[in-house]
């Protein structure tokens, strides 16, 4: 009786040690993975916040550069001229209305001078949704405020990023609070003396609020400002109160010391306590070597106990349902075995049929994937097997037809069908382009299902020279010439007509912009001559400036590259190779605006390069009254 009790005491004192090991090692595990998952939504929040301030810093150079900021400067200067002072800063107005009801986070943008104690030259400013024109004489000084002093020093350059902080006019914080974050560039004057800047006021709540969204679940998301100070509290009571009371910055709320602080107006703040929670913390600069902003994340450890002690029985159970496994699966070695054995010979037997044909043949599975490969195929396309092995057939040949090709192989196979055998073309490695003919025979598994097929692909280019030359040997010279003549005869007359006689706009440039072709519908259209237009202007003369800036801030987001104001915007798509076809403004020479649909394309020489642009403008007059007068049948 003895031995069968310390024979229990032993095993539950054992299994006890084994659990605990297991709910340690466990707990280890996952407070790692948890750890590192922490870290890289951490990562994600950083380069989402840093993406957000980017693109704002790249509209902001845009906008730097455009012609009414630094035709503002030089009417400044030029107190006699106060119109065209007017007129300039109306442009500007016009433009700045564009982009704040383009984006959605800008509430606010402004053109300030340092002169008059940094008094704003145009303000435009959003709201509900409205972007309007705030009056001259509601303009504010802002030379008192933190950011107009950073953005003046004289080291400073390139673009200002400010801190994070409530919104303030007439040196009043706004009500309702809108936290916001300021980006801006100096403008310089044609001496290099530094006149004033340009600045994008973005509502930070806007921010914050698809950080929340993308945050894990079960964990907390914190912001504070370079000196600790609380931007975002999981308790929004705690936000931004640092502008008007006294509150615990970061260093006191991650605290073991004390759990709770109470505010002057009596709120319970819960602070954060290292000992039962993990966080990750990193830094955002915002204006380098000024100010930063550090996100930080926080997940409690309670959840990970949770956890682990899951993993743990689960372990535990595991470990019997091996156990009972491990019977049965020595039962079942030994019959695999000769399974395995039969199956091995009749691979081999096939791979050496495969490995022996003059053919280049390989395997692909259902996804376009190459899972063989053998000898001829290595040959003819100077690919070994390792290089190609799991590689996609569309990259090892660079050809996007190949995909095409292998998507129809396996909607044929799908069907029941079979497919015939076709000549194509592929690429060797030293990207040597020849013909093959091609079989494909389908793969199933033991239930019959399709997981692949095979290609056999025997090189034809001795066939297809052959068959060329007997071709070209057929074909009579001398008819070939006369039917071309007459061919482009027919072509060049058809090409004088539709240019002549055709009801659109068609109008041509060489590749700097300056118009080559003007015809008769086109001088209908906008007043001009060809004569006063050909080799002197470029279409920029008859488009709406303010259509031109707004659509290069639109293309340089599109295309992720700094477009220019300029005869770049009508044809960077074209250049691209995309598709170019919108609706514009043209104002024709006596300044009526006419609604038209262009479509821009490229003309080529005979060595295929850019010799210009083709410009084909249909007027919609017509259609965008009738769509205004449906518009308002609507309302």
């Known amino acids: 009786m003895n031995r069968w009790f310390i024979a229990s005491s032993m095993f539950v004192m054992s299994l006890v040690a084994g659990v605990w090991v297991s709910y340690d090692f466990n707990y280890q595990q996952i407070l790692e993975r948890e750890q590192r998952a922490l870290s890289s939504a951490l990562e994600a929040e950083r380069l989402l916040f840093q993406a957000k301030l980017d693109k704002y810093a790249s509209d902001i150079t845009i906008l730097q550069s455009i012609p009414p900021v630094k035709a503002i400067i030089q ?54 949704g409205v972007a309007q024109v705030i009056p001259e004489r509601l303009l504010q000084e802002k030379s008192g405020r933190d950011y107009f002093s950073e953005i003046r020093l004289n080291q400073f350059s390139g673009v200002y990023i400010s801190d994070i902080s409530l919104n303030r006019d007439f040196d009043s914080i706004s009500i309702p609070y809108n ?35 993308k945050v894990p679940k079960n964990a907390s998301l914190y912001i504070t400002n370079d000196k600790g100070e609380v931007l975002y509290y999981p308790d929004e009571s705690l936000n931004f109160a640092f502008e008007h009371v006294d ?27 290292p000992s039962r929670s993990i966080i990750a913390k990193v830094n ?15 997940k409690d450890v309670d959840d990970i106990r949770l956890k682990a002690m899951s993993a743990t029985f689960f372990s535990v159970g595991w470990v019997f ?122 793969i199933c598994d033991e239930h019959g299902e399709l997981i692949g097929f095979s290609k056999i692909m025997r090189d034809i280019t001795e066939q297809k020279r052959v068959s060329n030359e007997l071709e070209l ?13 007459v061919e482009l005869n027919k072509s060049y007359s058809l090409q004088a007509a539709i240019m002549d006689k055709a009801a659109i706009a068609i109008i041509a440039t060489n590749a700097q912009g300056y118009i080559t072709l003007f015809n008769p519908a086109a001088e209908k259209l906008l007043g001009y001559s060809a004569e006063e237009l050909i080799g002197k202007q470029t279409p920029g003369l008859f488009h709406l400036e303010s259509e031109v800036v707004a659509r290069a801030i639109e293309l340089s987001n599109e295309l992720g590259q700094k477009i220019e104001p300029g005869f770049d915007v009508f044809v960077a798509k074209t250049l691209a190779g995309l598709r170019n076809e919108r609706e514009w403004t043209y104002v024709s020479k006596t300044g009526h605006k006419i609604p038209v649909y262009l479509s821009i394309t490229a003309l080529y020489d005979e060595n295929d390069e850019v010799s210009g642009f083709l410009g084909m403008a249909t007027n919609i007059s017509e259609l965008s009254s009738s769509r205004k007068k449906l518009e308002v049948l609507k309302d």
Do not use: C
Request: net charge neutral; aromatic share 10%.
């Open 473 to 485: 040997l057929n074909a009579s010279l001398e008819k070939e010439v006369q039917q071309r003549t």
């Open 247 to 273: 509150v615990p910055v970061w260093d006191e709320l991650y605290s073991e010391s004390q759990e709770m602080f109470v505010l002057n107006d009596g709120t319970k703040i819960t602070s954060v306590n």
């Open 75 to 128: 009417a400044k200067s030029d107190s006699q001229n106060s119109e065209v002072l007017t007129i300039w800063k109306s442009r500007l107005k016009s433009i700045f209305k564009s982009y704040l009801t383009a984006n959605e986070m800008a509430f606010q943008l402004r053109y300030i001078g340092f002169d008059e104690n940094g008094k704003e030259i145009v303000n435009v400013k959003k709201e509900a």
């Open 321 to 442: 349902v091996i156990f009972v496994g491990l019977i049965f699966v020595i039962f079942s070695f030994r019959k695999s075995l000769k399974a395995q054995a039969a199956l091995s010979i009749e691979k081999t037997e096939k791979s050496m049929i495969v490995e022996s044909s003059q053919d280049a043949i390989l395997g692909v599975s259902i996804d376009g994937t190459i899972t063989e490969w053998n000898n001829s195929a290595t040959k003819m396309f100077g690919l070994s097997r390792h290089e190609v092995i799991g590689e996609f057939t569309r990259d090892v040949f660079l050809t996007d037809s190949v995909q095409t090709e292998d998507e129809y192989i396996v909607s044929q196979f799908v069907k029941g069908y079979k497919v015939k055998p076709f000549e194509t073309k592929r690429q060797t490695k030293r990207s040597q382009v020849f013909d093959v003919s091609v079989s494909a025979s389908p």
């Open 179 to 213: 936290p916001t974050v300021r980006i801006a560039a100096k403008v310089m004057a044609s001496d290099g003396v530094p006149f004033g800047f340009i600045v994008i006021n973005v509502s930070a709540n806007a921010i914050f609020k698809e950080l929340i969204s």
């Open 284 to 298: 955002l600069p915002l204006t380098s070597g000024l100010n930063s902003l550090n996100i930080i994340l926080k």
